[in-house]
């Protein structure tokens, strides 16, 4: 995006949409007019939002597509590998690191979703009740002006990740207070079913090591959404 459409935007802000806004908050002026900018743009654009597990990505997310109807969320999840594939493969018990996923299908999917083809694209989400990504389960439809992804490695560099920087017209990350995001990961894991002890296990093993990982790439970000607000850095 050019400088000229965000001239009327804080460089930093402490809106509405800070890491640790509560689900209902709205989005705050500085990220409604960039969302604003993205969709009287021109043709379809992609805004990514990345961040570590239980920062707050799909949160934010919804809050888009809140304050947007016409925006379609199309999560990165859905392309967990089954769990399964998972088991075969031996990587149940890191469930969520990036060989977890099926990278270049996710790359596949926003490369078709960036040349709309007069046709609905359909990509899957992923069921935590099922434990699986359910095919087809997301409908994009042709005139769709504004998709939004988001999912932990959207600016990683590497594990098949590499080339999703570049296919994105825009990228925030949610960074929370670290405490903060662990609190809501132990209460996510409890929710759907682990025991409190294995929740916190997990939550400070394969949750923390791919947090770190996914914390190294945020400088790739163009917006940053932290505890006290936002950033913009381009």
């Given at each position: 995006m050019t400088a000229d459409q965000h001239a009327g935007a804080d460089r930093s802000s402490p809106c509405r949409a800070a890491a640790d806004a509560p689900p209902d908050a709205g989005l705050g002026p500085v990220l409604e007019a960039r969302v604003t900018a993205l969709l009287q743009a021109g043709g379809r654009r992609l805004l990514g939002i990345a961040g570590a597990p239980g920062a707050g990505k799909s949160t934010l997310a919804a809050?888009?597509?809140?304050?947007?109807?016409e925006v379609v969320v199309v999560p990165m999840d859905g392309f967990h590998l089954a769990q399964t594939e998972l088991e075969r493969l031996g990587r149940a018990d890191?469930?969520?690191?990036?060989?977890?996923f099926d990278a270049a299908g996710y790359v596949?999917?926003?490369?078709?979703l960036r040349e709309p083809a007069g046709e609905t694209v359909y990509a899957p989400e992923y069921r935590r009740d099922l434990r699986n990504g359910v095919a087809g389960a997301i409908a994009v439809p042709p005139g769709t002006a504004l998709v939004v992804t988001e999912g932990n490695y959207l600016l990683v560099d590497d594990a098949g990740f590499g080339p999703v920087r570049a296919l994105l017209d825009e990228a925030w990350f949610v960074a929370p207070d670290d405490d903060t995001r662990r609190e809501r990961l132990v209460a996510r894991h409890v929710a759907f079913g682990k025991a409190p002890d294995a929740a916190h296990a997990w939550t400070h093993g394969p949750?923390?090591?791919?947090?770190?990982?996914v914390a190294a790439s945020a400088d790739r970000a163009d917006v940053l959404v932290g505890p006290g607000?936002?950033?913009v850095r381009d």
């Open positions: 809050q888009v597509a809140r304050a947007f109807p890191r469930k969520g690191a990036p060989d977890t596949a999917l926003l490369r078709r949750d923390e090591r791919n947090a770190v990982l607000g936002v950033t």
